[in-house]
């Protein structure tokens, strides 16, 4: 059920949108990504100006992937928001990104798996919902900017599983302490709470395995414990059920995405209030993830499905995964989505929705420096269209 009003006739990627409590401008949405630009996993002033630069006046961010506890890293340098330090540091971001007149989100992160010993305290294994660890045909970026193995993972008790929902719900209480609009669960990308949902991955034979309501399980208790702690208003949850990455496979992603659906929306009715939104990663992203171009599977499949998903969900629906401006204008235009979030194309034109909007030229983005450190070089400094150009100040009123 999209939540434009009804005078909101034949809507374009460039409508206003009332996302639950948020009145948005337009529908361009910064897609969190890792930036591994946080040092010490401190936010610093770089990300102050990075999310300065890309927001704008009624427009929706949400952050890169953020740890909710020492043991959610699987990159170097990605920030944290389980400690006072990381919070104090994150609300001179929010602030600037509030001072533009945007609406920011925090994604909570745990990679699960998808981590190394090097990253984890006391150099243990990384946590999962197995004990099988990542495919060879992956590697982890490594502190050094070389590339190791995935380990074997350890797979999660039962009893251990609440004391990871308790980690979710205080990094979530810390987010609006440090002035964040909401949160978004990661439960997408082969991450923590996908590995359990994917049957793929999860091999368990307790309570959170075998079926689908088992898989779905620490998900849905993730999101009823931060809904109940700072309401289901300030809540999104993102799910990639179509999509491999990271070796997160399932036999089944229609009934798995489905089934997410009908819990959250049930969830929703429990709760009284509506989650904030449903971000869905279609199988585009895996493909545009490791080259230039590529596909995968059927697009009349992969478009199915999404369809079939986003008219299950009673709620906004935010969809991502290699979107170009025409596919994304396409995909509002024919209902498809409430809002498109936007990622690499995002990293390399920080006027992103200037630019879409008057359909200028696009930077092309250097992959090279998706994940080094500078705080500059790859960073910030790609540039925006030149201010003093008026037939483009006229377009950007249209």
Not at 195 to 218: P, V
């Amino acid at each position: 059920m999209a939540e434009t009003p009804p005078s909101a006739d034949n809507p374009t990627l460039f409508s206003p949108f009332k996302m639950g409590k948020f009145n948005l401008s337009h529908r361009v949405v910064l897609a969190p990504m890792t930036r591994c630009r946080a040092l010490n996993s401190i936010p610093n002033q770089a990300l102050v100006e990075y999310y300065r630069q890309r927001a704008t006046a009624g427009g929706f961010l949400i952050t890169e992937g953020t740890m909710i506890s020492p043991t959610s890293a699987g990159f170097p340098h990605v920030p944290g928001i389980f400690n006072q330090e990381q919070v104090e540091a994150w609300k001179k971001v929010v602030d600037a990104v509030h001072e533009k007149g945007a609406v920011i989100f925090c994604q909570l992160w745990h990679v699960g798996r998808a981590s190394h010993q090097v990253y984890q305290p006391n150099g243990v294994a990384p946590i999962s919902s197995t004990s099988k660890p990542i495919s060879k045909k992956w590697r982890i970026l490594m502190p050094d900017g070389t590339h190791a193995q995935y380990p074997n993972p350890r797979p999660l008790a039962t009893h251990e599983i609440p004391e990871v929902v308790e980690d979710y719900r205080l990094a979530a209480i810390n987010a609006i302490e440090a002035g964040f609009d909401g949160i978004e669960i990661h439960g997408a990308h082969g991450y923590l709470l996908d590995q359990f949902m994917k049957d793929g991955i999860n091999n368990r034979t307790d309570e959170y395995g075998g079926s689908l309501a088992n898989r779905c399980k620490f998900l849905l208790k993730v999101v009823k414990s931060i809904a109940t702690a700072i309401g289901a208003d300030k809540v999104g949850v993102r799910i990639s059920p179509a999509i491999d990455h990271l070796d997160a496979m399932d036999s089944d992603p229609r009934s798995l995405g489905l089934e997410v659906i009908e819990r959250l929306n049930k969830l929703q009715v429990e709760l009284g209030s509506k989650l904030t939104y449903l971000h869905v990663t279609q199988p585009r992203y895996t493909a545009y993830g490791q080259t230039e171009a590529g596909s995968h599977g059927s697009e009349e499949e992969v478009a199915e499905l999404m369809k079939i998903w986003r008219r299950a969900f009673m709620g906004t629906f935010v969809c991502s995964g290699g979107y170009t401006r025409e596919l994304g204008i396409e995909a509002v235009a024919k209902g498809d989505a409430d809002l498109v979030a936007y990622g690499r194309l995002f990293i390399s034109n920080p006027d992103l929705v200037l630019r879409l909007k008057v359909n200028a030229p696009l930077n092309r983005y250097v992959r090279a420096s998706f994940y080094t450190h500078d705080p500059v070089v790859g960073y910030t400094d790609y540039p925006s269209l030149e201010k003093g150009n008026g037939n483009l100040e006229r377009l950007s009123r249209m």
